[in-house]
Structures are given as C-alpha cells and as structure tokens.
C-alpha cells in the first residue's frame, strides 16, 4: 500500500519544487487611464441632430447626382481603400490563425528510411545478420506511418487572450476603412464644391471683363474723337487687364482641382463636371458640440479596439509565466523492413501528458511583459490624444461654420444694396439720363460683391464638410 503512494507522493513533491521555481513575474506597471472610455460614449445622436444630422451617405443631402456619381466613383477606385481593404484580410487571416492554435491538431506522416548500422554504435548487434535474433544487417529500410494528435488545454486563457487581441485589431482595421472611405468621401465632397465655386466665379468675372470691355471700347472712342485724354482711360485698361488676371488664376486653379479629383480617384477618368448651384447649408448645430458624438468618429473607434488588442495581449503575456500542459497522442506501424510495415504486430500507439514550465529564463518573459504593457499605455496616450483634438476639431468647424453664416447674411444685406444701385442706373439709362458706359460702371460693385457672396459660400460649405469630417460622418460601428 505504501509502495504504491510513493510515486504519486514522490511526483506531488516534484510538482512543488517546479512551483515554486518557475519565473517570477514582477510588478506590473498601471495601466494608463482613458480620458473617455469608449464604452461610456453615448453612440445615440441628441434630439436636436437624430433626424437631420447627416448619416453615412451624407453627401446625398445635396441632392446633386453629379456628386453621388463623383463619391461613388472614388470610393470604387481609391487605391487607398484598396490597401485597407487587403489589411483587413490580413487581420482576419491572422485571427484565425490564433484561434486554430487553441484548438486540437492532428497529423498524418509516412516516411521510409534506409540506413546501415554501425557495429560499433549502441545498436551494434544489428549489424549482423542473425536469423535466430532476427537481426539482417547491416542495411535496413525503416518504415513508419500513422495519425499524431495534440492538444494544448491553454488552462491560463493565453491562446484565448492571442485570439482576442488579433480580433481587437481586425475591428480596428475595418474602423480604419470606415475612416478611409470618410475621408475620401469629404474629400472629394470639398474639391466638388471648390470646383463649382471657381465655376460660379468665372461667370462672374466673365460678366465683369464684359462690362469693363464696353468702358474700354467707349473709352477708346471718345479719345479718338478728342473728347478724353490718354490719361481718362488708363485706370480702366488697369482694370480691365487685372479681371483678365483674375480669369487665368481661376482657370489654373481649376486645372489644380481637377489634377486633385483624379489622385483621388485613381487611375479612372474624372468627368467633366457640369456648373451647379451652390446649395444652402440647413444642417442645425446643438447648443454644445463634445464628448458625446464623439463614437461617430471611426478614428476614435479605432484607436479604441487597438487599446482592447493591446489589453489582451498583456493578459497573453501574464499567462506565458504559467504552466503549459498538452496532450499528445499517436497511432502508427513501425517496421524495421517494409515487408513488416503492414502486420497487426508493427502497430504502436500511445497517450502522453506533458506540462512545461518556465523557471529561469534570463528576464525573457518579464521583458516582454513590460513591452506589451509599454505598447498597451502608449496606445492608450494616444487615444487620448485623439480625444482631445477631435472636441477641438469639432469646435473650430462648428465656430468657422458660425461665423461664415453671419458673414454671408451679411454680405446678403451689401448685396440687396449693389443690386437697388444697379437696378437704378438701368432705369436711369433706359430714360436715355445716362450713357452704356456709365450703367456697365454701375454694373461694377453688384458683380465685385457677387464674387465675394460667392467666395463666402464656398468656405461656408467647406466648412460644413468639415464639421461633418470632424464628427465622424455618420459613422456606425
């Protein structure tokens, strides 16, 4: 009875030895603290926003077909999106990797091998041919075959922690195309807008040069006539020189946005893009832009599941300080000839239990502890980072949105005002009181103060893009 407890006694003991050996893990450092988890984001848009604010094809708002084409043509051909896309895979690839190396393995293997024996060697009696011991050397051909299974228990979760961070980074890759479509998408939305500005400017300054071409020409002839000096008309011709400047500005720095509209969209012809009106900007802002619209934002999401990969990859390298226990099985025929290798009697097979456990390591296991927890807090700083600049992102878009609304009402009122003055001197010339050259003068301020009125709506809308950009554009996770 004694006999027979000795050896589990003698293996108890053993066990504690290897126990109370293994690498110690010494104190981890605290984990950074987030400036706004993320779980405490509420994703859900305030009243104010829940049936106006933009969501992911926000751009439709505009109703403008021409631009739903432009986006849909971008998104399709961007060969950014094309990169995240492969990084996606490459994460989801990766996932399952990690998880089929939780799970049982089994392998099939065959292998024939032809040796000769040394008589010298520990198998020496198997360099003599012997019929009574059986032995025919010294030339054998070794045959095996059968099924090998294994089975890692991972009792400590480290295969499961392995899992866990590869899916945190696979949901950040896809909150990472999310971000890249936003920006493609805003983007091209702003370059749309930049052109169809420059478009309604070129109309006007067209309007412009026309007038100041008929000041010109009656310039021209009434000093031919002796009636004006070479000197009356010298600040017209200026004038009229400078619109001519202004119109090859414009047509350069179109020629710039539409070189812009093709990086985007790749390798794909950007079509020529009919003059639109500008819309009006209806979206209605809440009273505090902050933390809670922030969950809209897939770059905050993103740095959100790197945090969740990281932490798991933490807890993974706190498991690798315990023991290792596996199971491992076979089934297989070895023969020492090959005529042997199929008889009942060539058959083994067995089960074992293995258990590994770290005891000296040099500092190996501790160092890259504090690694994964170096990256877990340096991906936690930069989340909140990212936090901070994103309320500070929203605060300027939102503020310039402001204040780009007061001008153009502004600008509104100057404009009723050049257009009464206008509206006048038409009348004024069609009762024969004043010549063509002086209604084209009077012409002049309505069209200066259209151009500004455009230029004032074109950042207003590129504000308004960006205000959606800085909220995250209707994202949804």
């Not at 998104?75 to 399952?96: C, F, N, T, Y």
């Not at 989340?383 to 949105?401: G, L, P, R, T």
């Not at 009125?453 to 950042?459: M, R, V």
Request: net charge negative.
């Amino acid at each position: 009875m004694t006999s027979s407890r000795f050896p589990l006694a003698a293996l108890g003991v053993a066990l504690s030895f290897a126990l109370s050996g293994c690498a110690l893990m010494h104190k981890d450092d605290a984990e950074l603290a987030q400036k706004v988890p993320a779980q405490q984001i509420e994703t859900a848009l305030p009243p104010a926003l829940a049936h106006g604010w933009p969501g992911s094809g926000w751009w439709r708002n505009y109703h403008d077909p021409q631009l739903d084409g432009l986006v849909s043509q971008a998104l399709k051909g961007s060969p950014d999106l094309a990169i995240v896309q492969q990084r996606i895979r490459l994460a989801q690839a990766q996932a399952k990797m990690a998880e089929s190396n939780g799970g049982p393995q089994m392998d099939f293997s065959a292998d024939v091998e032809r040796q000769k024996m040394s008589a010298e060697g520990l198998m020496g009696p198997f360099a003599y041919t012997d019929p009574a011991s059986g032995t025919t050397g010294p030339y054998y051909t070794n045959g095996t075959f059968g099924l090998t299974a294994g089975w890692d228990l991972d009792l400590w979760g480290k295969n499961r922690a392995e899992v866990e961070s590869r899916v945190g980074a696979m949901k950040a890759k896809q909150a990472e195309l999310a971000q890249a479509q936003q920006v493609i998408s805003a983007s091209v939305v702003r370059l749309y807008w930049d052109m169809q500005t420059l478009l309604a400017l070129q109309d006007v300054l067209q309007q412009t040069l026309k007038a100041e071409q008929n000041i010109v020409n009656v310039d021209t002839q009434l000093y031919q006539q002796g009636i004006n000096s070479s000197v009356e008309g010298v600040e017209t011709h200026i004038d009229f020189a400078k619109t001519q400047q202004q119109l090859d500005d414009l047509s350069g720095r179109m020629s710039i946005v539409n070189a812009q509209l093709k990086a985007i969209v790749g390798d794909q012809p950007v079509p020529a893009l009919a003059r639109k009106p500008l819309p009006d900007v209806k979206e209605q802002l809440p009273t505090t832009l902050g933390y809670e619209l922030l969950a809209r934002r897939p770059d905050l999401q993103e740095a959100h599941w790197y945090i969740e990969s990281s932490l798991s990859s933490v807890d993974a390298a706190k498991a690798a300080f315990y023991p290792d226990v596996n199971l491992t099985a076979f089934l297989q025929n070895d023969a020492l000839h090959l005529s042997d290798l199929f008889r009942g009697s060539a058959q083994q097979m067995g089960v074992v239990g293995g258990l590994t456990l770290p005891i000296f390591d040099s500092g190996r296991l501790n160092a890259n502890l504090d690694i994964v927890r170096a990256q877990s807090n340096l991906s936690i700083a930069s989340y909140n980072k990212a936090v901070v600049s994103a309320v500070d992102d929203v605060e300027k878009a939102a503020s310039q949105m402001t204040a780009l609304a007061a001008e153009n009402q502004h600008q509104q009122a100057v404009l009723k005002g050049t257009q009464k003055l206008k509206t006048l001197a038409s009348a004024r010339y069609k009762a024969g009181l004043i010549s063509g050259a002086r209604l084209s003068a009077a012409t002049l301020p309505d069209l200066s103060e259209q151009a500004k009125a455009i230029q004032l709506h074109g950042q207003w809308l590129n504000a308004d893009v960006q205000l959606i950009s800085a909220l995250g554009g209707g994202y949804k996770a």
